[in-house]
C-alpha cells in the first residue's frame, strides 16, 4: 500500500473505477505487461471537469488537471484487477490525445499531469516512453484521453 501512500500525501485519492464506455475491456495483462485503455478523466460517473479545445476553452494548466485525473482512474482501473498498486513494477508507456485547437501546439505539456504523478509515485520506475498526439475531437468533447502500458510484477 506504499504507492497509495504516497498518492494521499500528494492529496491524491483514487476514485472509483468505472466500466468501459464501449466493447471492450478496461485492462488486458498479456504475461508481466498490461494495456490499459483509454480514460478521459471523468470521476465516479460524474460530467467532466472540463470540456473543450485545450488552447481555446480549455486551459493549459486544466488540460493538465484532466490529464491527472486519466491518471487516477487507470490506476483505479488497475487496482480493481490486481488488487495493490505496489505490485506495479514500471511504468512503460503513456499515450495521450489532446483535443487541441488550432494552432495549439504543447500536447507533451498536457500529458505530463499523468506523467509527472507517475514519477513522482514510482521515482525512475515511473519514467516511460510517452507519445502526446493533438486530435481534431474526443469522445464527450473531453479535452485530453490517455492509455498506459504498465510492467506488473511476476
Known sequence: MEIERRLNALGFELPVPTGPAGT???MVQVGEIAFVGGTIGRFHGEELKYKGKVGAEVTLEQAYE???RCCLNHLARIK???ADLDRIERI???TGYVN???GFIDMPKVVNGESDLYVKLWGQKGEHTRAAVGVAELSGNAPVETEVVIQIKP
Open 100 to 102: 487541441a485547437a488550432p
Open 80 to 82: 480493481a484487477v490486481i
Open 66 to 68: 484532466m490529464a491527472q
Open 24 to 26: 471492450y475491456i478496461s
Open 92 to 94: 512503460v508507456k503513456v
